[in-house]
């Protein structure tokens, strides 16, 4: 089993490239993003609590992410990886992640970490907003509220897994093709 994390600010890429990764690598792709929206979308309660959270550009707690990731692992026992995007987002989801693989008796392989400027950041989540629908894409005080949040709480997650030589920096700006080449070397390598 080999399972990756796509680390990166809000807008980096992670979701545009992890559609390509899981279907080269042929890993099942966990984006807690995605999850949080469709719980939005069906009105759970859980998806409720959410909506509040997110539309502000704040962080969902812990406990909720860790049990949708806890469960989503259960539900595939077949899986020959995981692709992980959009978590671990704080350092004790980074500790909860690594006690739920030690269950499975695997690891994370490598931490693919994409760099972005800030400005790059905006702009990207600002055009996505025109045709997205997200409360959280077209509004540039939200935007710059999920970036604070990433500085605060996210960048430690790299921090984390630096300690055991996981980390890959990759840049994040270039065509897609381009960072899909860059990240795929690094997992070849690895894998
Ligand atoms: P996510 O769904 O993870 O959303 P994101 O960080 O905005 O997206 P991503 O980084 O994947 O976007 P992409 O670059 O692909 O999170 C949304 C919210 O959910 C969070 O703010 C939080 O509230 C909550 N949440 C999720 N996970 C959580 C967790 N673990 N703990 C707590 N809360 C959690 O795309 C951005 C745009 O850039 C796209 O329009 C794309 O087309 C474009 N783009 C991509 N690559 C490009 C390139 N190379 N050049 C130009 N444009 C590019």
Redo the contacts with the bound molecule.
């Keep these: 089993m080999f399972n990756i994390i796509l680390f ?11 559609e390509r990764l899981v279907l080269k690598y042929g890993l099942k792709h966990l ?4 999850i ?2 469709s719980e939005i979308a069906s009105q759970t309660p859980l998806g409720l609590e ?1 909506k509040n ?2 539309d502000k ?6 406990e ?2 860790i049990g949708m990731i806890s469960s989503a692992l259960e539900n595939n026992p077949q899986a020959k990886g995981f692709l992980f ?6 350092e004790a ?1 980074a500790e909860a992640l690594d006690k739920l693989l030690k269950l499975k008796q695997t690891e994370i392989g490598v931490v693919l970490a ?1 760099i972005v400027s800030e400005e ?1 950041l905006v702009q ?2 600002l ?2 907003g025109l045709t ?1 629908g997200r409360p ?2 077209n509004n540039v005080e939200v935007i710059r509220a ?1 970036i604070t ?1 990433y500085h605060k709480k996210t960048s430690v997650v790299a921090d984390y897994y630096r300690k055991f030589n996981k980390v890959f920096d990759i840049p ?5 093709d ?2 899909f080449e860059s990240l795929c070397e690094k997992i070849d390598e690895r894998m």
């Design positions: 990166g600010p809000p807008g980096s890429g992670k979701g545009t490239q992890s984006s807690t993003g995605d949080l929206r959410a959270l997110m550009g704040q962080l969902v707690p812990d909720v992410v995007d959009g978590f671990p987002r704080t989801q994409l790059e990207r989540l055009n996505r997205s959280d894409d999920r949040e994040g700006e270039g065509t897609v381009e960072i």
